[in-house]
């Protein structure tokens, strides 16, 4: 599991911009973990729907009922604060430790804090 956050963790970083290297194998390596940054974001989407299904028929199993809203609680106190604080540091963290291709956007961060950042548009 960290070696698939790991993967997808180097490929984001690598679109951020790791420094350039003149070394062909290190090229060659961040390429290929840049790859299996796909391989991981999959696996992770598999991983996350068997565990919500063994979850919910678990829950049935033990009270032959599946509460729904105790359930998507239960996630979104486990997830939210998490995504808040990878949020903070997106904001801050640049600020102080300026990325090579990081440039001063207008991006409204509104749109990250409801969960809509995959809606900002560039206008063109």
């Known amino acids: 599991m960290f070696l698939c956050f790991l993967t997808v963790f180097i490929s984001h970083a690598k679109v951020l911009g790791l420094p350039e290297t003149n070394i062909w194998w290190l090229e060659h390596i961040i390429y290929r973990v840049t790859y299996l940054g796909e391989v991981g974001v999959n696996f992770f989407f598999t991983l996350s729907g068997f ?62 804090i409801f969960f809509l950042g995959n809606f900002q548009f560039d206008g063109q």
């Open 51 to 112: 565990l919500i299904s063994y979850l919910l028929l678990n829950e049935k199993k033990q009270t032959n009922d599946i509460h729904v809203k105790q359930f998507y609680m239960r996630r979104i106190l486990e997830i939210w604060p998490v995504y808040y604080w990878v949020i903070f540091l997106g904001i801050f963290l640049p600020m102080l430790f300026p990325f090579k291709n990081y440039q001063n956007q207008d991006d409204n961060i509104l749109y990250f």
